[in-house]
């Protein structure tokens, strides 16, 4: 069984500080590893995945995140932060390989909620 | 250059009633999911299908059904609504598995 923990419900940070929002899983295959970000009243929009290979990925918007095995970590930065970053980010895994039995199937974390202050 | 399509975008139901939530893809994808959101709780897994005529349950199947009768819809079926269904449903779908495409919600209530 694989499980997503977001340490942090809320964060608040300043404009133009740094956003670092946390991300523990657990998995007994290798994973693949997602952030989504959610907009008042909106759908998730992917962020960015990790699936093979670099272990620092970057998205859309100035985010990346580094996977870490060794810590079973994943968590997502932006070196500053924008207004417009202000949403709800989900951190997500699903088993490597769609055509084996994972087939997918994404399990979320609880969401972290971030505000950004002028 | 729809994607994935969900109706309602919000609905009341009283107890009891029954209702189906509709979702349809454009991308040809075999992979769709329903999940559903609930504050604080994140997203869970109700019903998922691998391809047309093939559905099964997720983390949170009870009171749902669902049914796969062609590759680009995939109907969720409320019986018997109960205030526990109150929640953000929300459709995805994916060809890969390495990325989900998600439709844009319906939010229940039941009253």
């Known amino acids: ?118 | 250059n729809a994607g994935v399509t969900q109706t309602p975008k919000f609905r009341i139901l009283k107890i009891g009633q029954s209702m189906t939530l509709q979702c349809a893809q454009d991308m040809n994808h075999n992979y769709m999911y329903w999940y559903r959101q609930d504050p604080g709780m994140g997203l869970k897994l109700i019903y998922y299908s691998v391809g047309a005529g093939i559905t099964d349950k997720g983390e949170v199947p009870n009171g749902y059904n669902v049914s796969r009768s062609t590759t680009e819809d995939f109907p969720l079926r409320l019986e018997l609504a109960a205030p526990s269904q109150t929640s953000v449903y929300f459709c995805a779908s994916t060809s890969t598995g390495t990325e989900a495409f998600f439709g844009q919600g319906t939010r229940l209530t039941v009253v």
């Open chain 1, 1 to 118: 069984a694989q499980s997503v923990t977001q340490l942090g419900s809320h964060v608040s940070v300043s404009e133009g500080a740094l956003v670092l929002l946390r991300c523990n899983y657990s998995s007994s295959v290798p994973p693949y590893l997602f952030w989504y970000v959610q907009y008042p009243n909106q759908g998730l929009q992917l962020l960015l995945k990790y699936t093979t290979g670099a272990t620092l990925v970057k998205g859309i918007n100035g985010f990346e995140a580094e996977f870490k095995k060794s810590e079973t970590s994943f968590h997502l930065t932006k070196p500053s932060a924008h207004m417009s970053d202000a949403a709800e980010y989900f951190c997500a895994v699903s088993e490597s390989g769609a055509g084996g039995t994972s087939y997918g199937k994404l399990t979320f974390g609880q969401g972290t909620i971030l505000t950004v202050h002028p």
